[in-house]
């Protein structure tokens, strides 16, 4: 666990929290520590062990490249929605992390502070990119009313620009791993309904093409929602009441 929260430093590896893990105790002899060594994959099978990999040995799952380094908050976030935290991604927020921590190495404390706050510019991508959201009634029209074909070109002007946007970020930013994420999310929309012509396919409850389109949107727009959310939460950004409709809702 102290190797892998040292080469953490102790910050919370989730490229959204970046939480400071470690601090003073009233005890002067101790210090506090707030973060967890989380498993990537589960170490145990079963229902209570996300992301658990029958394919690694006993050796692979207790090693520190199985491991990342979290905050309590983020352990138990990730724990309990594996499909959206999955393995690959849990191991590009250490990488990324990682590599970020190297960095700061090199730098003073000032520079250390501006490394961690978000650039301007991921601000100003961040409102464009919503911005663009707003006007894609794809990722929040009534199922009922979406022509199919016109949705696939939806999702792939949406993917377009995504890959535009990215290519103006580092990526050790928060918004280029988010980025990476929805890009998957409409790789996925277009894999999965590749076998339906969708030119022909309209509003059926009862065809199974149909309902494979509705569920295979839903999916796109609750990966999108939770994006949305956080760009929003994180960069203070007004949403229309349009996409608020795709926004998680909390419990």
Known sequence: MKKLAE????IC????????????????????ITGIAAHICGAKDGAKS???????TSDERKSI?????????????VDKDEKYYPATLLRQWKKTHEEFIKTLQT?????????????TIEIDLSKQLLNF????????????????SHGLRSVLAIRAELTNIKK???EATSLYLKIEQMLAACKKFHNELNHIDLDQLRCDSKN???????????????VFGIHIAELSNKYKIKISADLQQILPTTT
């Open 168 to 170: 103006q970020l580092g």
């Open 65 to 77: 490249d199985n491991g990342i380094w979290l905050c309590h908050d983020c352990s138990d976030m």
């Open 50 to 56: 996300p992301r658990y990999d029958k394919n690694q």
């Open 208 to 222: 199974p093409d149909w309902i494979k389109f509705v569920t295979t949107l839903s999916e796109l727009r609750k």
């Open 107 to 119: 730098k003073g404390f000032a520079s250390t502070l501006e490394l961690l706050k978000p650039t």
């Open 7 to 10: 080469r953490a430093h102790y």
């Open 133 to 148: 959201f707003d006007d894609r009634r794809i990722l929040y029209d009534l199922y009922e009313k979406e022509v199919p």
């Open 13 to 32: 590896s989730n490229p959204d929290c970046k939480k400071m893990t470690v601090g003073p105790h009233t005890d002067p002899n101790k210090s506090t």
